[in-house]
């Protein structure tokens, strides 16, 4: 028993040695964990169906998931037709005539606006395939206006913090900015409330762009902010989507930070910048912001808003027609070709002021999306992890179990990664619970 003590020992040293190395000599950008454009942009906020049930030839059940509530559900069709279906799951009755186009709408009881979906079903029956010299079953032909299949999704609050690491104080003054500055009201619209947030802090922030100090990487935004406010710290675009993503979160639009990059060796760098998305409740969509460029929202010719991946792939082809993006005019955009005083908000082609995606937003680019608490990611610096909690544990947590979700064409490493590091990890705790047992039986 004391061999083994003693070899569980040596084994568990080797392994915090390792775990220890891992992580100093760790890549950046080795980080990123693969997500599909379905899970970073399909909440589960919105019905999402997962499978489709035949009950029988002319009932089909439809399986969803959804964060929301649903006693039942009213069905309608294109000919003005009304069933309802009780219960979470709804079933619906279809007409058996082959080859129609039949077109429904869902809307559940109790009425959510942002839940209610479209689709349409082209029926086929076996018999009609038989008529033709086929065997084949019935055959149920759906489009549907939501995302169907399974798939990992998350809530739209799951992208929120809280931000209870600032302090009551602080998150009551920044709220009291909110009310009787910024003048937000409750009921105002999330489009109104991106304008008059962006205005404000561009304002606040007008002498506060330039390269970081080493603190600020520890810091929590409200921290930042104020540096920067007082004038005894710059920030790059990093410092400015920190604060745009605190600001919006505390306004009532929910937001998540979003960085593009990629890096090597931690020394050559392809790509680099931060921005935002944030949620447009009335659009049921995510929405690019980018606060250190005055750019509110873009949107397509339909006024959907674009998120980050559908820029990112619009770039590739410099497929920006129809594209507009809503901006506040200032200093920055004083070139701007556009009749228009400065200090107001606008709407121009997104072509005149898309300087940034063009640059930044290229096949090397992978977007990396944080999850909470909204902290820097820690960079050779490693002394903050003493000044302050929330720094520590957020870079802990991520560096072993909430790895950024990350989207790009390039095949990251994230998972191979995070491979190694569970296995270092948890070899480390198997060795020391092991060594501890031996000890106490040796005894």
């Known amino acids: 028993m004391k061999k083994a003590t003693l070899i569980l020992t040596i084994c568990f040293t080797v392994l915090l040695i390792a775990n220890v190395v891992h992580f100093l000599n760790r890549e950046w950008e080795a980080s990123f964990y693969p997500a599909s454009y379905a899970t970073l942009y399909y909440p589960t906020d919105v019905p999402t169906i997962t499978r489709w049930e035949k009950l029988d030839q002319t009932r089909l059940k439809l399986l969803l998931n959804w964060n929301g509530d649903a006693d039942g559900w009213r069905i309608t069709d294109g000919a003005g037709n009304t069933q309802h279906s009780e219960g979470r799951d709804p079933v619906i009755s279809i007409r058996k005539i082959d080859q129609e186009l039949q077109s429904f709408t869902l809307i559940p009881v109790p009425d959510h606006d942002s839940a209610k979906f479209d689709f349409t079903i082209n029926f086929y029956s ?9 065997d084949r079953p019935d055959v149920y032909i759906i489009k549907a206006g939501v995302p169907c299949g399974e798939f990992t999704q998350y809530a739209v609050s799951d992208w929120v913090d809280d931000y209870a690491y600032v302090g009551e104080e602080g998150l009551a003054e920044v709220d009291r900015i909110l009310r009787e500055e910024v003048k937000i009201e409750p009921d105002e619209p999330t489009f109104s409330r991106m304008e008059k947030l962006t205005s404000y802090l561009r304002k606040k ?9 080493n603190d600020l990487r520890w810091m929590n935004p409200w921290l930042i902010y104020n540096e920067m406010l007082k004038g005894t710290a710059k920030g790059w675009c990093t410092q400015h989507g920190q604060i745009w993503v605190f600001f919006a979160n505390r306004a009532g639009i929910p937001t998540r930070l979003m960085q593009g990059a990629r890096t090597q060796d931690n020394t050559f760098v392809y790509t680099g910048h931060t921005w935002a998305e944030s949620w447009i409740a009335e659009q049921n969509r995510w929405a690019f912001v980018d606060l250190s460029h005055s750019l509110i929202y873009i949107t397509d010719k339909n006024e959907n808003v674009l998120n980050s991946a559908d820029l990112f792939h619009l770039n590739q082809h410099n497929a920006f ?25 606008i709407s121009v082609a997104f072509a005149q002021c898309n300087n940034v995606v063009r640059k930044e937003f290229t096949t090397h680019s992978i977007l990396k999306i944080r999850r909470p608490p909204n902290v820097e990611d820690v960079r050779s610096i490693y002394t903050g992890f003493r000044k302050d909690f929330t720094f520590l544990w957020a870079n802990l947590e991520r560096y072993l179990f909430k790895p950024p979700l990350a989207y790009s064409y390039y095949p990251t490493e994230g998972k191979r990664t995070y491979y190694i590091r569970w296995g270092l990890f948890y070899g480390m705790i198997v060795c020391l619970v092991l060594a501890v047992v031996a000890s106490v039986l040796r005894r």
Not at 126 to 134: I, P
Not at 205 to 213: F, Q, S
Not at 323 to 343: F, G, M, N
Request: proline share 5%.
């Open 205 to 213: 922030l007008i002498n506060a762009r330039g390269i970081p100090k």
């Open 126 to 134: 076996h018999e009609f395939y038989q008529k033709g010299g086929m």
């Open 321 to 345: 027609d129809s594209v507009t993006a809503r901006i506040y005019k200032d200093w920055e955009w004083e070139t701007l070709q556009v009749p228009a005083d400065d200090d107001s908000v």
